[in-house]
């Protein structure tokens, strides 16, 4: 009984310290350089919170002039006071941006160019994922039309400004799961059948390819293209899920196996906190790779590239498929009408 006492003694000493050097290891690359770029605007999408709130603090911190281009006036402008507060910095503006509104994506491009002559960076960070059948207001699929094509939109209206500023940088931020996407060419908005992770993972493969196929474009004219995945993270981009990449692994890997137990664990709210502190990053964590991204000067030659962890990392085969990124690209100008 005495050995048996020490052992249950000896886990529940040494479980948390595991638990507490993986958590310190699960955090992943930082961005370390400390390159500045006073008096630089930058916009980024959905600030009001996790990554992109993250990122507009360090951006402050260097000196940009910051521009958290969010859906919800009262988020944002809470954001604004914390960004301003952390960052030491009040050169930090909200302009209300809804991306699931083409309307909206356009109403905001003609009060930014009154506002500015030039941009120099553009971080597309906003998204929704694996939620409930949806759609935006102009008919599209809601993870297609605000993960791909509201950002496609924004981008392509925005291109003379970054065009005054080079050189200057755009930055997607899409996800590891678009390893496990396809461009459904039958079916690109989901009017047939909808599969909120399938949806969810095509969105993100349209990031990189939009991605790959601008830089193509703005090949020669000092503008770069970047899009990363930031890690699987604690913020609200998961509040449709108890964590999205388990379910994508429930889903790809060990569906039959797993749904049941991975079910039970994610779902049950007296386990969900304490398992997403211990395998999750941090958003401070989770918005280093879009820092290396968009402030690294070693990438200043680098173009339609994807990143993870602060580094070079694997793409999905289909999206170096240069005929299916131009078919996107024609595709959404059609949908968005950007002609």
Known sequence: MAEESLLWLFLLILLPIVAYLYRLFIQGASYKKQNRIDGKVVIITGANTGIGKETAIELAKRGGKIYLACRNKAKAIEAQKDVIQQSGSSNVFVEILDLSSLESVRDFAKRFMTLEDHLDLLINNAGIMACPKMLTKDGFEMQLGTNHLGHFLLTNLLLDHLKNSTP????????????????????LNSEKSYNSVNAYSQSKLANVMFTRELAKRLQGTGVTTYSLHPGVISTELTR????????????????????????FIFVSSWLIRPLQYIFNKTPKAGAQTTLYCALDPDLEKESGKYYAECKLDKINPLALDDETCKWLWTTSEKLTKLQ
């Open 240 to 263: 449709h899920l108890s964590d999205g990449i388990f379910i994508i692994f429930q889903k790809y890997f060990f569906y039959n196996f797993l749904r049941f137990f991975l079910n």
């Open 168 to 187: 200057s940088r755009v930055v997607n931020v899409s996800s590891m799961a678009h390893l496990f996407g396809k461009i459904n060419k039958d079916d």
